[in-house]
């Protein structure tokens, strides 16, 4: 017999309000894959920085400059990316009339909403036609995009914030209806 699913958010109440922790729903095939690559990516790495300083390499100098700053950008990307996947989680905390968002293990800036301008909480789930080939997708639910995406939505201003990286729908309901019960969202 299948075990319902219990969810994989935390809720923590304390007396002036709520912190919820996620942690983040693993893509295995990045947390596997990425090691692999960037063991390559560093013996790409070494053997540009040996070129870059090695006087044989005379006018490429330039060019090989600038390919290893991408080489870098890119390096570094992929690994942030699976840092995120290996130990990333957001935390949300509803407290005093404001709502933080960090993101444990990701390059994103903390994020504190005040709940007066927040309006219009809601649970939605990313949906992706990531394999319709022409098909136009919806949501940003790429590996590349770290800590973007979201179940649990709100309006701020003129713009939609989202947390609770890929929960699913009741999940998402839940935590909302935990929240209202404690009067802490409208």
Not at 15 to 40: C, H, M, Q, S, Y
Not at 63 to 85: E, I, P, Q, R, S
Not at 153 to 173: T, W
């Amino acid at each position: 017999m299948e075990i319902p699913y219990q969810g994989r958010a935390v809720i923590n109440e304390y007396f002036d309000g709520v912190e919820i922790t996620i942690p983040v729903k693993r893509n295995w095939l990045l947390v596997v894959f990425l090691p692999f690559w960037l063991a390559i990516w560093s013996g790409g790495f070494i053997f540009a920085i040996k070129m870059l300083f090695s006087s044989a390499a005379g006018g490429a100098d330039l060019f090989v400059f600038f390919w290893l700053c991408l080489w870098t950008a890119g390096g570094l990307f992929a690994a942030a990316t699976w840092w995120w996947n290996v130990a990333g989680k957001e935390i949300i905390t509803v407290a005093q009339g404001s709502l933080t968002i960090q993101k444990k293990g990701s390059i994103a800036n903390t994020k504190t909403y005040d709940l007066n301008e927040a309006q219009n909480f809601r649970a939605e789930e990313d949906f992706s036609d990531v394999f319709s080939f022409g098909g136009r997708r919806r949501g940003p639910m790429l590996p590349w995009n770290v800590a973007a995406e979201g179940t649990i939505r709100f309006d701020y201003g003129m713009e939609s914030v989202r947390f609770g990286d890929k929960l699913h729908k009741p999940e998402g309901e839940y935590i909302l209806e935990r929240l209202r019960s404690k009067k802490l969202i409208k």
